[in-house]
């Protein structure tokens, strides 16, 4: 075992999948300084095998994977279900497999499987409090992970009978043993994926658990299984396809899981006094989940502690509560509730537009996509003004095909000084790494990092032309750097940067 984090404790059984493949790739995985880091290998028929770590990927050799690598692995390993997943037995690696026209395994995603223990300290009070949760977020924030330990909590701390639904045997392991990591929780694996409605209801009926784990609730079946077992009185914990509860409201499949949508026709009296449209959108029916908690990363969570009042707020427009919480170095639990404005008379407004100021991020996108942008920024819980003018803009958002091509409104921002930042792709992912590097605190108030660093920047400016010789800023990234020198520029002061990361700082000066 092995420190994950603060008061975390991580079992990966890392050298049992790595045993499994062949030593020219095992062999440099052993040298790699974050080896305990490892996340998923990847090898594919015809090209480099390569390591995904948590903060990097790489090529593990200059000897390209052939078919005598790809049956090593196989041959090692469990069989694979229907959908192409395997394991080995008594670990919880997952093994996914790639497979040509006529069946033969060409590919395979070789994902390392941890068991962390103290990971739901975050939001172990909820698990206690015996009310349904719902898990979202992205593909490998540690949603499954999370889940494990929950059953192993409610298992031995609270002494529960838990039972897991294992489709893809993620959460407790390969094999008919269980994985310990889940505790004293019991296991039923499901034999093909499109069973796995079928396997719930059989648990609530023949095994009288307390709580019933699933991870992946993806059809329209295994949502209306929820419904049957919440019915039932059984505590729900499981995880579903989507990041936030907005994506959950717009998936006509699991919509149910949140209590459904239903469009109504209201009287002409109704939709008066209520200031809207005949034609609404209204919750269906109470939601199968109490609690949705949105996984941000591996020590930040957003939660919606009441699904119900949440789901009606979004449908009218309004503004739904939601609590943050972020596990600091420490070990301890920040909360921060975000509620609507509301007025003396109880009414909530509407979410206002931030109030523009001349340091504020004003982003002028040119072939990016503005709704990806937009729903990025609201998963992180971040403010952004997105501008039609580029005018009115002081930073430009692009692709790498755009910047390439240099068209006009490309040229025009670089003759007005505007810093452009250039997307390697159009992904949800470099969206996001746009947002870190303009906010790194990346859940700040949108003009803390930003606005601080070039309002420094135009008070050293307004110095030096009042007679000082020269300003040192404060340390800054490489980026916001880059706007604090043309901060300068567009005033005519030479400028330079000094000092080496990560005290590099930007010094503005007389000629």
Not at 63 to 89: K, L, S
């Amino acid at each position: 075992m092995v420190p994950f984090g603060p008061q975390k404790i991580v079992a990966d059984d890392l050298d049992t999948l790595l045993n499994v493949l062949p030593p020219h790739v095992r062999d440099p995985l052993r040298q790699q300084e974050d080896y305990n880091e490892l996340l998923e290998i990847v090898l594919d028929l015809g090209r480099l095998p390569q390591a995904r770590f948590r903060e990097r990927e790489t090529d593990l050799n200059s000897r390209e994977v052939d078919e005598q690598d790809i049956d090593y692995v196989v041959a090692r390993i469990g069989t694979f279900g229907e959908d192409n997943r395997a394991g080995i037995e008594r670990t919880l690696h997952r093994i996914s497999a790639i497979r040509n026209r006529k069946g033969r395994v060409v590919g395979l995603t070789c994902r390392v499987g941890r068991a962390v223990f103290g990971t739901i300290n975050i939001i172990e009070d909820l698990v206690r409090s015996g009310k349904s949760i719902l898990m979202l977020g992205r593909p490998g924030v540690g949603k499954t992970t999370m889940l494990r330990e929950v059953a192993r909590v409610l298992a031995d701390d609270l002494k529960k009978r838990v039972i897991i639904v294992d489709t893809s045997n993620e959460i407790a392991g390969d094999g008919d043993i269980p994985h310990p990591a889940i505790g004293s929780a019991r296991r039923m694996q499901v034999s093909t994926p499109e069973m796995q409605h079928a396997v719930m209801i059989e648990a609530v009926e023949n095994h009288m658990p307390q709580v019933i784990v699933i991870d992946e609730i993806g059809t329209e079946l295994e949502a209306q299984a929820a419904r049957t077992i919440a019915e039932r009185g059984v505590q729900l914990v499981g995880t579903a396809h989507g990041n936030t509860l907005e994506n959950l409201m717009m998936n006509p499949t699991l919509a149910d899981l949140i209590g459904g949508i239903q469009s109504v026709t209201l009287s002409d009296e109704e939709a008066r006094r209520r200031h809207t449209q005949k034609s609404v959108l209204e919750r269906k029916s109470a939601p199968t989940f109490d609690i949705v908690v949105e996984i941000q990363g591996w020590d930040r969570v957003a939660l919606h502690p009441d699904v119900g009042a949440a789901v009606d707020a979004i449908l009218r427009g309004q503004l739904a509560d939601i609590e943050v919480r972020q596990m600091d170095e420490n070990g301890e639990v920040k909360i921060e509730r975000i509620k609507p404005d509301v007025t003396e008379r109880g009414h909530v407004h509407e979410e206002k537009q931030p109030v523009r100021e001349d340091n504020a991020p004003r982003l002028y996108l040119f072939g990016v996509n503005r709704a990806r942008v937009e729903q990025t920024a609201k998963e992180m819980h971040l403010r952004v003004e997105i501008v039609s003018n580029l005018e009115d803009a002081n930073l430009m958002v692009t692709s790498k095909n755009y910047f390439r091509r240099k068209p006009q409104r490309l040229r025009d921002a670089e003759s007005q000084l505007i810093p452009i930042h250039v997307l390697r792709n159009n992904t949800p992912q470099q969206v996001r790494q746009l947002f870190y590097t303009l906010y790194p605190a990346s859940g700040k108030a949108p003009t803390d990092d930003f606005s601080q660093a070039l309002t420094e920047a135009e008070e050293a400016v307004a110095q030096v032309k009042d007679g000082r010789d020269s300003i040192e800023l404060s340390p800054q990234s490489a980026y916001i750097r880059r706007l604090q020198h043309l901060v300068a520029e567009r005033n005519q002061l030479p400028s330079q940067s000094t000092g080496k990361d990560p005290n590099r700082r930007v010094r503005i000066y007389r000629e």
